[in-house]
């Protein structure tokens, strides 16, 4: 535990290393007009500050920077009181309000550029996704093309071709067929699948059915893992990542996204905001950058998450209220777009 002034001097350091990136010196915080004490007192502190593993001293004649310890320190501690955080700036997603797809894309360039970091943000899995419209059309002789819209705005369609002139009633009916007992149903539900092949309908009908139903397999597999990435560039211009190996790394991270959708589902099943910073991260290419996440969803469902990545030396103050604000939009959009369907 720290005293109040060990804990306003380890604010001191974190504020001024945050402002100029270099490490803050003794006497530049004696002088500060809220600490009310002698220069050696504030050399005393410090002395214990890094003792405790929350301050580094770079070198012998620097001032002192703050570890990883340290920020988290401080991150916990405008967590549980809310003191330090700045107002978030107000985001309105009104003009992108047709889509999911447009709203996440709008979500992530907004919230990269009012932040100044690698903004990532995950849009629903398909599995919370449910059936809006079913469209069963004949567009020549022997092709039927199907079209599946879900309630985040996904479509997806299939062609399939027959070898002999499709009846125009069997189309009519497989269209009133798909909406009277799918809309409304989860891409994932066990029930899609049992009416698509309801061993009750004629072999006709079901073999028809059979012809359509890959459409709802697409919509599964392409919508399961979508990420939105907006700012990579912000990183690498960093001062943070000039190691040739971890900029290697990191690409790689970003290329492939499959560790880093573990780091988003880890985020997801965590209350409140997820904060990493350096060696907190079990990812090594993200061991000398922090993470800010929250989880956007409706009611009582978790449905994605919104996040930056960056610098460890990164506003905090500002990036956690960004990524909540925009955590509160996009959650306000999409509880409009669930309700529609």
């Known amino acids: 535990m720290l005293t109040a002034r060990q804990e306003l001097i380890l604010c001191k350091v974190v504020e001024g290393y945050l402002l100029e990136g270099q490490p803050v010196a003794s006497r530049a915080i004696a002088a500060d007009p809220e ?18 593993g929350l301050l580094a001293h770079p ?15 401080v991150v916990d501690r405008m967590l549980a ?9 107000r985001l309105d997603l009104s003009l992108t309000r047709q889509e999911v797809e447009e709203a996440m894309r709008a979500t992530t360039e907004t919230l990269s550029q009012v932040t100044d970091l690698l ?28 079209v599946v819209i879900t309630s985040t705005g996904e479509v997806a369609r299939v062609f399939a071709t027959f070898d002999e002139q499709v009846d125009a009633g069997l189309v009519a009916w497989a269209g009133e067929y798909l909406n009277e007992r799918l809309v409304g149903l ?35 597999s392409e919508s399961e893992h979508v990420l939105y990435l907006d700012g990579t560039a912000r990183l690498f211009s960093d001062a943070h990542l000039r ?11 970003l290329e492939r996204r499959v560790a880093l959708l573990d780091v988003l589902r880890t985020a997801l099943s965590e209350p409140g905001v997820y904060v990493r910073i350096g060696q907190e991260n ?34 905090y103050a500002y990036a956690i209220p960004a990524v909540q604000e925009v955590a509160h939009e996009l959650s306000r959009f999409v509880e409009e777009t669930y309700a529609e369907s």
């Open 59 to 73: 070198h012998t004649s620097s001032g002192r920077v703050p570890t990883d310890a340290g920020q988290r320190y």
């Open 282 to 315: 079990e990812i090594p290419a993200m061991r000398s950058l922090a993470m800010v996440a929250t989880s956007y969803g409706v009611a009582q469902r978790r449905l994605g998450i919104v996040s930056v990545i960056g610098p460890v030396r990164m506003n």
């Open 186 to 220: 989860g891409l994932g539900a066990r029930m899609l699948h049992q009416r698509l092949a309801d061993p009750t309908l004629p072999a006709q009908e079901r073999a028809f059915l059979n012809r359509l139903a890959p459409a709802f397999g697409e919509l599964a």
């Open 243 to 253: 190691d040739v190996g971890q900029i290697n790394e990191l690409m790689e991270l």
């Open 35 to 52: 600490l009310a004490c002698r220069a050696s007192t504030v050399r005393h502190e410090l002395a214990l500050l890094e003792e405790q």
């Open 119 to 146: 903004a990532v943000v995950s849009a629903p899995s398909a599995s919370t996704a449910t059936i809006r419209h079913v469209e069963v059309l004949a567009v020549q002789p022997r092709v039927v093309v199907a």
């Open 81 to 89: 009181s809310g003191k330090g955080l700045v107002a978030a700036p």
